[in-house]
């Protein structure tokens, strides 16, 4: 109904909400991983404000958590934790290289059915278990996504801390019991060109603002039509996707399991 395929975007009357666990964000330069919790269960049809439309100023009016809370190294402090190796820079984890990515959800209790409290990460690479950077924001503490990081973040940053609105960890929680689909993808962004990832975001906010450098890519390299021109053959591979208990995933270079 009202569909504007003209749109860039495609947009139409009714839109489509469910909360979203951003596993692994990555480019060569910068990376995240976030949680999108929402108010409604499972995949809601929305329209007008319970869509949390951009154009309107409703983007916090929606029933999902568009901005989540997002452990970004480079936007936390860390400008050498991840990046692509080359002359004259050096990262702890080079995205030139073969990697393993590993997420852990931490209940309160242990148990599987208990409630959502932490989301750690950590990588493999060339045998070497690298735990997650440390931020070092003034006022922002740990190297994991917990509601007391999110809630300091969204402070030192000033930004409308609508994570905690929409329920935080726990409703993320709920949303991982109840299943969710896996999804894995090479994507671009035509509305804010990945600049919320690797660059200077927004544009228009004052040099030195806190949480507004987010990586070191140019605010004009990250257009749909710049990318697909400059690379045409870009790609990915994703492989050797576990599921599992804690300790059940990764085996280490020691022999035990820490994944």
Same mark, same amino acid.
């Given at each position: ?9 495609? /947009? ?11 596993? =692994? ?48 190294? =480079? ?54 278990? /690298? ?5 070092? /924001? ?48 090479? =994507? ?7 600049? =919320? ?48 208990? /804690? ?13």
């Amino acid at each position: 109904i009202d569909w504007n395929a003209t749109s860039d975007p495609p /947009i139409g009357k009714y839109g489509s909400c469910c909360a979203e666990m951003d596993i =692994w964000e990555a480019n060569s330069r910068a990376t995240a991983y976030t949680p999108h919790p929402c108010t409604k269960p499972g995949v809601y049809k929305c329209e007008g404000t319970d869509c949390g439309d951009n154009d309107k100023d409703k983007r916090y009016d929606g029933v999902c958590d568009k901005d989540g809370c997002d452990f970004n190294s =480079w936007r936390l402090g860390n400008h050498s934790y991840y990046g692509r190796m080359v002359a004259g820079e050096d990262f702890v984890v080079d995205s030139k290289k073969k990697l393993t990515v590993v997420t852990q959800f931490i209940t309160h209790d242990g148990t599987d059915t208990g409630d959502l409290v932490d989301i750690k990460r950590f990588y493999v690479q060339e045998g070497k278990t /690298i735990e997650n950077s440390f931020s070092s /924001i003034a006022g922002v503490t740990g190297n994991s996504v917990t509601d007391e990081l999110c809630n300091e973040m969204k402070d030192a940053f000033n930004d409308i801390n609508d994570f905690k609105l929409k329920g935080g960890l726990k409703a993320m929680g709920d949303a991982l019991d109840r299943g969710m689909v896996l999804v894995m993808s090479l =994507w671009d962004d035509s509305l804010a060109n990945m600049l =919320w990832l690797d660059s200077r975001y927004p544009t228009d906010a004052p040099e030195g603002t806190p949480g507004v450098d987010r990586g070191p890519c140019f605010t004009d390299t990250g257009a749909p039509s710049y990318l697909r021109k400059k690379y045409p053959s870009a790609s990915v591979t994703y492989s050797n996707i576990k599921v599992g208990p /804690i300790g059940s995933t990764l085996q280490n270079g020691n022999g035990g399991n820490d994944g």
